[in-house]
């Protein structure tokens, strides 16, 4: 179970929509709004308060349990690093974020308009419909311009991800594999496992290689 769940952590993409759904109802610390409050990391511009942490761990840390159920205990959690991956993982998305600043990846208003308006959650009878998206924001403790903004950068990762991943390549192995005779299906999951993981580690790649250029602090014992 354990070299499973460490299989299933490793992935980028495990961890990537829910930091940037945490992004979403916390927000992003900057230098400017930090104030007094605990500083777990420093990552260029980006501060990631202890609160940001927390509620982005605990998030996490139901995802596993819904997942796995009551074998994901405290000593698993403790196996698995669990604290180290959630900090870490959230570090590489501020990391991103600047990185998709320097390369000049915007959203237009249309495109964050006609996302939020396809999200099933603002629906009403198959449409969207402004006073539910009013009224679920209300009940979040969300203004919409404060959702809209962080929804905008959900996007701009998105974007990021999706160029960085322009560069993996798909090999003439690859495409023989999902076209071989016989188990067709067993063959096509192959071949998506094993684009996924090429995925994995162009994506970890390039991380790694920003973060040697940006300067990040870290404070762990916080977290301890």
């Not at 396809?118 to 404060?146: H, I, Q, W």
């Amino acid at each position: 179970m354990l070299k499973v769940m460490r299989k299933h952590a490793r992935y980028f993409y495990v961890l990537f929509f829910i930091v940037i759904l945490s992004f979403i109802f916390w927000g992003v610390g900057t230098v400017d709004k930090t104030g007094g409050v605990e500083i777990v990391a420093e990552v260029g511009n980006y501060k990631i308060t202890t609160d940001e942490y927390w509620k982005t761990y605990e998030r996490i840390y139901r995802f596993y349990r819904e997942i796995y159920k009551d074998t994901f205990d405290e000593e698993m959690e403790k196996k698995l690093n669990l604290k180290n991956m959630v900090l870490d993982s959230m570090i590489n998305e501020r990391v991103l974020l600047m990185a998709a600043k320097d390369e000049g990846i915007t959203v237009t208003d249309e495109e964050l308009q006609d996302e939020i308006a396809r999200d099933p959650a603002f629906m009403r009878n198959g449409f969207f419909d402004k006073s539910v998206y009013l009224n679920r924001l209300k009940l979040s403790r969300l203004t919409p311009e404060y959702f809209e903004s962080m929804k905008r950068q959900e996007l701009i990762l998105n974007k990021m991800r999706q160029l960085i991943e322009l560069s993996v390549d798909v090999t003439d192995t690859d495409m023989n594999a999902s076209q071989a005779p016989g188990n067709e299906q067993l063959a096509m999951l192959m071949n998506q496992s094993s684009l996924n993981e090429k995925k994995e580690k162009v994506m970890q790649s390039y991380v790694e290689g920003l973060k040697k250029r940006i300067k990040i602090k870290v404070n762990k014992d916080l977290i301890a």
